[in-house]
Structure formats: C-alpha cells, structure tokens
C-alpha cells in the first residue's frame, strides 16, 4: 500500500486544488469561491481558482449555465431577484439589484460550515500532506458499467425551469484513470474486493480489452475506445495497477469470467503466520492456526483454511476465546454441515462417536451420548446410539490457566489412555 502514498513536503498549486475540490459537489465550490471574492458577478466566477480547477475535472460544456444555475437553486427564499421555483439545501446565495452575487456568512455558518473549510484550505498550500493515490470498491452483482466507468445521471431542479437535467458523470475507474495520466510518474492503484461476484462483461464493457498490459496508453500496441456515452477517446495508463481481491473458499471462483482469467495474473495468499502473535498469556498462537488449518487441508481441502486476520486483533486469552467461539467454530459448522466429528477432529476433541472425547482432556466440544431407549422409551433396531454436540459450557466462560488449558489442547499432543500405554 505504501507504494501508493505519497507524503509531499511541497505541491504545486494547480495539483493540489484540483484534488481539493475533485469530490466536493458544485454548490460547495462556488460557495467557497464566493466567499473568498465578497460580492462579485458570474463572469468574474468564472476565473476563481476554485472554479478552474473544478472544471478541469468536469466535461461541461456551458460552465456559466452551470454556475447560474447552481447559484439560484441555493439562494435564500427571501431574494425576491431570484424566482426560481425548486430551491434546494442549503440556501444562502443573496442577488442584489446589480446582479451582484454574495453569500449570508451567517447563514454558511450554520447551514454549510464544509464552505468555510474549504476556502480556508484552499487559501494556502499545507506544508506537508499525505497524498492517497489508490481507491477502494467491492463487486456486487448489481454493480454496473455507469458506476464503475461512466453513466447519466439525474439532477434534479439545477435548470432554470426546476426540472430534471441529466448529466454524464464519470464511475470510480474513469476517475482514477484520469489521475494516473496526469501523473505518469507516480503509481496509481485501485483496489477490487470481491472481483468475482461482479458481472464483469456488464462492469468493464469494452475496457476489459483496455487493461491488458500491452494494450495500456504508451505500450507497444496503444489501443483507445470511444465511450458510448461521453463520446470521448478513453484508454488506461500504464502506471495504474488493478488489483482484485477474492476468497477461494467461495465457490463463485469455479464460476470467473474467462476474459478476467487471461488478463490478470493470479498469487494465492495462504493464512501467514508471522502476521499472528506468537505467545498470548502461554498460547502459542502460530501453532494452534497452524495445526487448525492442517486438519483442515487433510478433512476437506486447502481453500478453506482459517485466515490469519481473526487473530490479529488478540492480546489476551479472552480475545483467544472469543474468536473460537464467534468466528471459527461457526465457519468450521458451515464448512462441513453440521458434522460435529469433523469439527471435533479439527479442534483436537476427538469424539469418538459413542459420546466420549478420546484422550483430551480439555475439549472445546462437549459430547453427549444419547441413548434410543432414553429418547424413545425403547430399543429399535432402526436407530443406532447417537451424539448431542455442544461447545463446553466451560469453555464459553474460562479464563486464566483453565482457558489456558482448553486452547494449548488444541495443538498439542494428548497423553495415551490408560489402554493404550505400553507395558
């Protein structure tokens, strides 16, 4: 991640007010830039820093239009120069007889202090800041082209009759594109949770071609699409790395878009164990996940071992058991349906089947033997002897060196029965 942060000690100006106001909504940047200038016209708004750098990141083509509109749209109810019929939230533009347009500061103050942040920030140049130049989306299967490259969009009451304007806006990927071309000589990123479970074909549309390495702007085989709805050429650069996250115990994965196959590369990350505390209050919690997930590649498969990150947060025998009990005992119940044997098998309990744990002494799971002539009051030959499971009611609620001894049971090895030892 570091590799996509970037602490700057100084900035140029242009670069950094166009990241100051790139997620800002208009009615804010006008409204800082109107503050900052006192009473002025719209053409003169026009050539406000703020203003600028807005409209470089924007694909408007009547900037003016834009600039009325959104001034009139948040003036006070009072003005009666401005009759326009959907006012929206905040308000606080004033119009003079002059055409002269201002702000009340008493009411930015109340209604939209985010206005005075940003002029003041807008008036000086931190000396030091922490560019983040990366972004961050989960895959859903509702996710679609229009959030993810671009997409028209409805704004309500921002035309001079109150009604309905539609706009082309840019998705999370187009804007990041956008950046990552204006600074080749950075690294940019953005990062896909859950990749899998996404319509890719619907999400990346005719860009799935575009992120192929040799297909980036300035490679070898250069390749750019018009977008269907801004008309614009458009390709990626090279200095932006998409990076898809998935978990291969989901069994959507049989199911990935082939063309996401071809043109990504694909690095298994296995449970780390260096990430995991080594000795919490006696635990040596690397073997315990260690032995936890060997028992697991060897009953089911190795796309279900437990990850590292439910014990990152551990720094006591209490968060140890909190984790068993709400995080791993669960998912062991999910993976293997209920079959409490298996999950005894995993924990180190050992159940043998006919209500007793074999060996272990401090089981995590109770095994109760139910007898068929206790349940049904009589013998039958369909039924055999059967297991009620539960975690140890013990367990649920120990603490210091009995909790000690529930979880060091888990990994270690268990003494012989008295049957078994040898003479």
């Avoid at 551990?314 to 999910?334: G, H, K, S």
């Amino acid at each position: 991640m570091e590799r996509y942060i970037t602490s700057v000690s100084e900035e140029p100006e242009e670069t950094y007010l166009a990241r100051l106001v790139a997620d800002k909504p208009w009615w804010q940047v006008i409204g800082a830039a109107v503050l900052d200038m006192g009473r002025i016209k719209v053409r003169d708004l026009l050539k406000h820093r703020l203003i600028i750098a807005k409209l470089s990141q924007s694909e408007i083509k009547n900037p003016g239009a834009r600039l009325w509109a959104t001034l009139q749209s948040h003036t006070v109810q009072e003005c009666q120069l401005v009759r326009y019929q959907r006012k929206l939230d905040p308000q606080f533009f004033w119009k003079d007889e002059n055409s002269v347009w201002s702000v009340k500061e008493d009411l930015v103050q109340d209604l939209a202090p985010e206005i005075c942040d940003l002029n003041k920030d807008s008036e000086k140049i931190p000396p030091s800041e922490t560019i983040k130049r990366y972004e961050f989306i989960t895959f859903h299967q509702s996710y679609g082209y229009e959030e993810f490259v671009e997409g028209i969009r409805p704004v309500m009451g921002e035309d001079e009759e109150g009604g309905i304007q539609y706009r082309i806006e840019p998705g999370i990927f187009k804007k990041i594109c956008q950046r990552a071309e204006k600074d080749p000589t950075n690294d940019y990123a953005i990062f896909i949770d859950e990749i899998n479970r996404g319509n890719i074909s619907k999400i990346f549309g005719e860009l799935i071609t575009l992120v192929e390495t040799d297909k980036r702007i300035g490679a070898k085989n250069q390749l750019k699409v018009r977008l269907p709805y801004s008309k614009q050429e458009f390709g990626v650069p090279a200095n932006l790395s998409i990076i898809g996250t998935m978990n291969t115990a989901d069994r959507s994965i049989a199911f990935i878009d082939i063309a996401l196959r071809r043109r990504f590369q694909f690095k298994e990350m296995m449970p780390n164990l260096d990430l995991v505390e080594e000795n919490i209050g006696g635990v040596n919690v690397r073997s315990l996940l260690d032995k936890i997930n060997r028992r697991i590649e060897f009953l089911y498969d190795r796309d279900h071992m437990i990850g590292h990150s439910y014990f990152l947060d551990c720094t006591t025998l209490e968060d140890l058991r909190d984790v068993f009990l709400q995080n791993v005992i669960p998912l062991l119940q999910e993976y293997f349906y209920g079959d409490w044997e298996k999950i005894c098998l995993v924990l180190g309990c050992g159940a043998n089947g006919n209500g007793g744990a074999t060996k272990n002494q401090h089981p995590l799971v109770n095994a109760e033997e139910l007898i068929e002539k206790d349940i049904l009051g009589f013998d039958h030959l369909d039924f055999d002897d059967c297991c009620r499971y539960e975690v140890h009611p013990d367990f649920s609620k120990a603490t210091g060196e009995k909790l000690k001894n529930y979880l060091t049971a888990i990994y270690q090895p268990h003494a012989k029965s008295a049957d078994t030892q040898e003479g």
